[in-house]
């Protein structure tokens, strides 16, 4: 199961409210052909591991993606003061 730090909750939340989401829509996480991950806003799909904050989904993982992202972690790194990189989502396993 894929787990979603507390800033990340935090950040998928403000992209969701920034794009006027409906109640319902999380962040989902997309497989790109060059082995990368992208995130769309969409609803949950039957399958989908439906990640929720405060009883309202923050990230859905379809079942396609899901059984690479078991024991991954979900952060988000606020960019440091210096300006030198912009942080953002970051990938780990636990």
Do not use: C, Y
Request: glycine residues 8%; charged residues 30%.
């Amino acid at each position: 199961m894929v787990r979603v730090t507390e800033e990340a909750a935090i950040a998928l939340k403000e992209i969701l409210v920034d794009n006027n989401a409906s109640p319902e829509a999380g962040v989902r996480l997309t497989p790109a052909a060059d082995g990368s991950l992208g995130m769309v806003i969409d609803s949950p799909h039957e399958g989908d591991e439906v990640i929720r904050r405060d009883d309202a989904p923050v990230l859905l993982v379809g079942d396609d993606l899901s059984p690479r992202m078991t024991e991954m972690v979900v952060d988000f790194e606020s960019p440091p003061s210096d300006g030198q990189s912009p942080g953002g989502f970051v990938l780990r396993s636990d």
